[in-house]
């Protein structure tokens, strides 16, 4: 992208608000995997302003009960790790990294009564109950104190983070110095109610129109309908059947990679047309198939046809770093979703796991891939299951580092999000719809990616 000139003084007079009727406030979606899209994530994810996805494979059910779950988390305060005064060390370190802020609150009839951190177990019995290495020098704070306020309590007292409590003492959230700040750059995704926001995706077989209104009922925000192939007639169809039941929500439809792709999936009453065939990192379609096509001539080709139309795009897949989430909006998509690159965080639903050099990591796996796959299929029997098994086109296994500096998901929407709005300065905008009409997008050869990257160490000798 090319500099322009710019009177845009400062990256936060950029409103990154999406215009696409879903709700956020950044344009950040996660995509629906299953080893990536879950209730922590979801949550962690709307109050900085995004959207989750929760995968298809999993059962109503299960979705409507992580849906009101959502909608009972807090908008301002983080939901805390408990254990009781009994639970032990060993129940303490399976629970430690399920959230970034790193602490437990010892709890007795929800009341806190101390913290525990991972240093406080250090060459202590796995068997040793928390309440014997828990610190009792606790603090709390107010439920009904603002971002600001927190920030200032959690400085004077030198703490790193507090429980949260309501008039009765009870334990309501917990809340980080970081978490306050975060709280004063970021809005909410929030419903009409004032209620996180959460998608959920439906695929094209089975019984797609109860499974829509089984989602629609449970109280969805954003309904998606998924399939790797969306330019197809099964797409076509589950569009009709969701559109004739009248939905108040929006409807995503994808994938597609050309302009006839959206035409067709508008038609058939999708809002939002989700683009990328090939582009992400746990797909092999483009080795396996020789099918896809560059994500940002997708993505400009197809949010191109979609304004015409009165809709909007997502671009699906491809992003490494903040620079392909900013490419993508210059190329005119409302949101931008993004899978491996948050599977290697807390906030992730895999189990954290530590290789032979001591360095954390988490299992992705693509959905077209042997190992979800299965999943999918768990109902079927054995013979079909097998059957479908044997042709894949995913990585079934792949080892996603946590980045040291960058652990949590917050930490990676920090990053993308500085460099968004850095990129709508260098184009001279303040809003999203500015970026995509006054962003200045050239070709560069592979010298001249290369010259771009940054040195971390000396290239003398």
Known sequence: MIPSRSNVTSRMDVDLHTT????????LVVANMTAISGRRMAETVARRGGLTVIPQDIPIPVVTEVISWMKSRHVLFDTPITLEAHQTVADATSLIHKRAHGAIVVVENNKPLGIVMEEDWEGVDRFTQVHRIMSKDLMVIPDTVNAREAFNLLHEKNRRLAPVVNASGNLVGIITKTGALRATLYQ??????GKLRIAAAVGVNGDVKAKAEGLI?????VLVVDTAHGHQEKMIEALKLIRALNPKIPIVAGNVVTAEGVRDLVAAGADIIKVGVGPGAMCTTRM??????????????????????GKYVWADGGVRHPRDVALALAAGASSVMIGS????????????????????YKESFGMASARAVAARTSSEDAFERARKGIYE???????????????????????????????????GAKSLDEFADKAVVGIQSAAGYAEGRPLHTSWGK
Do not use: H
């Open 20 to 27: 696409d009727n879903t709700g956020a406030t950044i344009p």
């Open 188 to 193: 909410p995704a929030l419903d009409s109610q």
């Open 217 to 221: 009922k449970a109280g969805v925000d």
């Open 288 to 309: 396996q198939t020789g099918v896809g096509r560059p994500q940002f001539s997708a993505v400009m080709e197809c949010a191109a046809e979609a304004k015409k139309l």
């Open 341 to 360: 690159w948050f599977a290697g965080t807390y906030e992730s639903p895999s189990d954290l796991r530590v290789d032979s050099s001591g360095k954390l």
């Open 393 to 427: 086109e995913g990585i079934s296994t792949s080892r996603m580092y946590l980045d040291p500096i960058r652990p949590g998901v917050e930490d990676l929407i920090d990053e993308i999000i500085a460099g968004v709005r850095s990129s709508c300065t260098y184009a």
